[in-house]
């Protein structure tokens, strides 16, 4: 019961971003590459963000403008959102015949399975006089 509950959920969560990524003509295969905000990872953020050194030029350079700002006094807060979803699916069939006579018809059996998982990955960095002062990075995935 469980199963058919998450197959329904996600067949809906894709169904809405489907529905957003086809009214915007963008499929996965048309992203241009040379989007900085797609290039964004974990080991990109560890690699080229240095706190006390970075400046928000060279973050903007790198990953483009953020998703989010916060303004906190003198500080302010850059927030990169990103997320992958992937499913992939299966089926195999099995078709059983048998003799009129005997049996009288024939049988199908579909064996099919959808597995999605979703990676995310959200990057908050803190400027303060337009230099990098925190840093954190949560990556996860269901």
């Known amino acids: 019961m ?66 989010n700002i916060i303004m906190q006094g003198k500080k302010e807060i850059w927030i990169y959102d990103r997320f992958k979803i992937e499913t992939k699916s299966s089926s195999s069939s099995d078709f059983k015949y048998g003799t009129l006579i005997l049996i009288g018809g024939s049988s199908k059996n579909n064996n099919s399975s959808s597995t999605t998982s979703i990676e995310t990955l959200t990057v908050i960095i803190d400027f303060t006089n337009n230099i990098v002062t925190d840093l954190n990075i949560r990556k996860g995935g269901y």
Do not use: P, R
């Open 2 to 67: 469980n199963k058919i509950i998450v197959t329904i959920v996600t067949i809906l969560i894709l169904g809405l971003f489907t529905g957003c990524i086809s009214h915007n003509n963008i499929t996965s295969s048309a992203i241009d590459s040379n989007n900085k905000t797609d290039k964004i990872s974990f080991g990109m953020v560890k690699k080229y963000i240095k706190v006390g050194i970075t400046t928000q030029e060279e973050v903007i350079k790198l990953f483009g403008s953020a998703d």
